[in-house]
């Protein structure tokens, strides 16, 4: 569920995280000539250009949607404010809502990616702990631990928005299925991976609803930290509560 948020010692906190404001370019749209940014293979120019397409066509939109609602604007609007015909619209974005969740679109194996990624030495468990302790540090919109005005304008139409919310399930079902594969793709591998994706969402969740009740990110830290550790051992752990001797 792309999001780069930055500590005040290590950059600027003041725009737009990790792609979800409007406006803002994920790594995706915005790498080099030759690169894809991430070390990974060089990206063609084609590709290039459509992925700053994919990002000019989803700004438009969220602007519009931030304006006046998602429910009253019509795809139509989108396509002839993008400058491009509707068709050609759905070819990049098969649904309305996907306009939106395209900002989710770099995240739907990010978990996977954790895993694949760790250390020798260090358990998926571990890994994903990590990831999650250090994207509440850079307060990263993905942990719904970020006040920037821009990101909450967009969370604000994502979880007000009935189809948006739907939809947003979907992605998070590609993210389950990917952590499974990366985890070994096994039963016990698709129910851990089950578990995992509705603590980190939960979390999330409950970080959005205080911010958005009106605390500060900062505010809110110390208890988002208390809450995914305890979350993290209660994954290790299992749901059943440690014995205790009877006297």
């Known amino acids: 569920m792309v999001m780069n948020g930055e ?18 370019t994920s790594g995706s749209a915005s790498g080099s000539d030759s690169a894809s940014g991430d070390g990974s293979a060089p990206v063609g120019l084609r590709e290039r250009k459509k992925r700053l397409t ?10 519009m ?29 098969p649904a309305k809502e996907d306009l939106v969740l395209h ?29 999650f302790l250090d994207g509440l540090d850079r307060r ?11 990101v909450l304008a967009f969370l604000r139409l994502l979880y007000g928005t009935p189809s948006l919310v739907a939809r947003l399930h979907a992605y998070q079902g590609r993210s389950e299925a990917a952590l ?25 969740l409950e970080n959005w609803r205080r911010i958005d009740a009106g605390e500060s990110a900062d505010r809110v830290y110390a208890g988002a930290v208390q809450a995914a550790e305890e979350a993290f051992v209660q994954l290790r752990t299992g749901l059943e509560p440690p014995s205790r001797p009877r006297g």
């Open 140 to 150: 990263d919109p993905v942990t719904g631990l970020c006040d920037v005005p821009q």
């Open 54 to 63: 994919y990002q000019a066509v989803s700004d438009a939109a969220i602007t």
């Open 180 to 204: 499974a594969r990366a985890l070994g793709g096994g039963l016990s591998d698709r129910l851990a991976a089950g578990q995992i994706i509705a603590v980190l969402r939960i979390l999330a």
């Open 103 to 131: 900002r989710f679109a770099d995240h739907e194996d990010e978990a996977a990616r954790v895993v694949t990624g760790r250390a020798p030495d260090e358990t998926p468990l571990d890994a994903l702990r990590r990831h």
């Open 7 to 24: 500590n005040p010692a290590n950059g600027d906190r003041s725009g737009p995280a990790s792609g979800l404001g409007p406006g803002s």
């Open 65 to 93: 949607f931030l304006e006046r609602g998602f429910d009253k604007v019509s795809v139509a609007e989108v396509a002839a404010a993008a400058d491009i015909s509707k068709p050609t619209l759905f070819r990049y974005f």
